[in-house]
Nanobody, 123 residues
Framework: VQLQASGGGLAQPGGPLRLSCVASTFSLDLYAIGWFRQVPGKEREQISCISSYDGSTTYADSVKGRFTISKDSSKNTVYLQMDRLKPEDTALYYC?????????????????WGQGTLVTVSS
């Protein structure tokens, strides 16, 4: 497994959860990293990404102000800190790596996917 996502689980509405994405065979510093999520019956949605060039970050409107993407190069890990979770955040979450942010918008240009980690937000 070259890219591994973890940290999913059951969270209370309004609570936090942190996802991790670790690369085992390449440096995440060389790639733009994106977090995606998918609900059964719906298309996979990119919710955040972090640039390999300048560390700039982008967020989908659905998570802006609640989720934070960050990177720890010493651990070759990208995190997704999720705060003020809502039931509608329940989904299978994936991380992915591509050469740049524009490539993350096209599945054909994404060479690395982590396996999904399930996040369930429920009381």
């Amino acid at each position: 497994v070259q890219l591994q996502a973890s940290g999913g689980g059951l969270a209370q509405p309004g609570g936090p959860l942190r996802l991790s994405c670790v690369a085992s065979t390449f440096s995440l510093d060389l790639y733009a990293i994106g977090w995606f999520r998918q609900v059964p019956g719906k298309e996979r949605e990119q919710i955040s990404c972090i640039s390999s060039y300048d560390g700039s970050t982008t967020y989908a409107d659905s998570v802006k102000g609640r989720f934070t993407i960050s990177k720890d190069s010493s651990k070759n890990t990208v995190y997704l800190q999720m705060d003020r979770l809502k039931p509608e955040d329940t989904a299978l979450y994936y991380c992915a790596a591509a050469i740049d942010e524009s490539s993350l918008r096209d599945n054909r240009n994404i060479p690395y996917w982590g396996q999904g980690t399930l996040v369930t937000v429920s009381s």
